[in-house]
Structure formats: C-alpha cells, structure tokens
C-alpha cells in the first residue's frame, strides 16, 4: 500500500509556464518534506513543512501543507528548463518514525 | 561534516556474490534508513534505526538482506547471494530528533550505491 500518493506522475511543460504537483495521503504527517532528485544522485531537501496551513516559498517555489496535515502540494511559477527533475514528497507517519516518499512526480521542462 | 556519505557509489556484481554497503551519517544524527529506488519511481523504505537498535523492517527486506548499526555511527546493508531484480540504487538517510514527539522528522541523503547485478 502506497501511503503517498503524488499527482501527476509525469509533466512536461514549456518554459515559462506554471505547474502544481500534489502530495496526497489518508494518514496524518508529522511534517512533509519535499526533495528534487537529479538522475544517479540521492535527494536533495527543498523544504520542510511543519504546521497545517502552513505556506513556504522558496523563490519561484511555493510549498502548502494541508490544514489536517495529510496533503501538500508544490507550486512552480514560471518554470525554467533546470526545474528539470524527480520531484518527491516524504515524511514521518504521526506517532511513528518510518520516514515514507511519494511516488514521484517526473518534470521536465522544454526550452 | 559534509554529510552523509555512501560507499561505494557503484557496484557491479555476478548473481549469487555476496555485496555489502556503507552508510555514513551526519554525526550528531540518531536516525539513520535506508531505502531502495528503481529508475524513476520514488524510494522505497527498507529499514531505519534509532542509534543502534533496528526498530522496523519492511517486507521488502528478504531474509537475504541485513542491516547493522553497530555503534550507533555508520551503517552497513548486506545483500546475501544477489539476484537480478535487487539491482537498484540503494540509498541512505539521517535525521535527528531529540525525543519522541519531535516533528520536524526531515532527512538528508547519500549519493546512493548503484548495484549492477548481472
């Protein structure tokens, strides 16, 4: 049973365009991290999201965490050819320490 | 610290050898996992300690796999008579959290271990 869903799976988009990836679950996270993965490396951290409603931005990234703490989604504006990546959602079950991903979410941007 | 850090990067080995991996995490961090991932699909949860103890295993983990923290410091995965479908990046994680409670659970990478079982 996958606890983390993501939404779309894949996205290919133009330069310049929006786009939002979805991080949904029925279980309550302590707090939701986001990771971006480039082909043969490890994940690397974006952002860690920790209250319900809670909004983060990170330049052209804005990152939402659910009011009942089970969701979260990224938002990208404007997107540029290096946002180019895996995008992963993660987190620790509430009440458990298993640290859980999503199942990804592949963007690619086309110049 | 530079982070955590794997050894090796890449493996290539005969069906049926044994391999083990190396994990070692940011120092002050008392949690460390490890999970495998396949080629764009997101990675799968194999097992984590709390300093020393292994506190869960996923079923993923055949009695062919091992993990150990011996000290609390560095971890190693072994993978006993290898098979074709356990070739994978096999990645390592860290975090810390001060006591049961602590939310903020986010956890830094490796680079991974690409194993080529062939």
């Given at each position: 049973t996958q606890l983390l869903e993501q939404s779309p799976q894949f996205l290919s988009i133009q330069e310049g365009e929006n786009l939002t990836?979805?991080?949904?679950?029925?279980?309550?996270?302590?707090?939701?991290?986001?990771?971006?993965?480039?082909?043969?490396?490890?994940?690397?951290?974006?952002?860690?999201?920790?209250?319900?409603?809670?909004?983060?931005?990170?330049?052209?990234?804005?990152?939402?965490?659910?009011?009942?703490?089970?969701?979260?989604?990224?938002?990208?504006?404007?997107?540029?050819?290096?946002?180019?990546?895996?995008?992963?959602?993660?987190?620790?079950?509430?009440?458990?320490?298993?640290?859980?991903?999503?199942?990804?979410?592949?963007?690619?941007?086309?110049? | 610290d530079t982070g955590v850090s794997q050894d090796p990067r890449h493996k290539i080995t005969k069906r049926g050898q044994n391999v083990t991996f190396r994990c070692d995490p940011i120092s002050e961090h008392n949690r460390l996992y490890w999970y495998r991932q396949t080629l764009g699909q997101g990675p799968e949860f194999l097992t984590y300690f709390q300093n020393e103890a292994q506190l869960e295993k996923s079923r993923l983990l055949s009695d062919r796999f091992s993990a150990e923290r011996p000290k609390g410091s560095f971890s190693t995965l072994e993978i006993q008579r290898t098979e074709q479908g356990d070739s994978a990046m096999y990645l390592c994680a860290s975090s810390f959290a001060p006591g049961q409670g602590f939310r903020r659970t986010e956890a830094f990478f490796g680079q991974g271990t690409r194993l080529t079982v062939v």
């Open positions: 990836v979805y991080c949904n679950s029925s279980s309550v996270f302590s707090s939701l991290q986001w990771y971006r993965q480039e082909p043969g490396e490890g994940p690397v951290l974006l952002v860690t999201v920790v209250t319900g409603g809670e909004v983060k931005k990170l330049k052209r990234l804005t990152f939402q965490f659910g009011d009942a703490r089970k969701d979260s989604s990224l938002h990208i504006t404007a997107a540029q050819t290096g946002d180019t990546g895996l995008y992963l959602c993660a987190g620790a079950i509430w009440g458990t320490y298993k640290y859980i991903f999503g199942t990804g979410t592949r963007l690619k941007v086309l110049a | -």
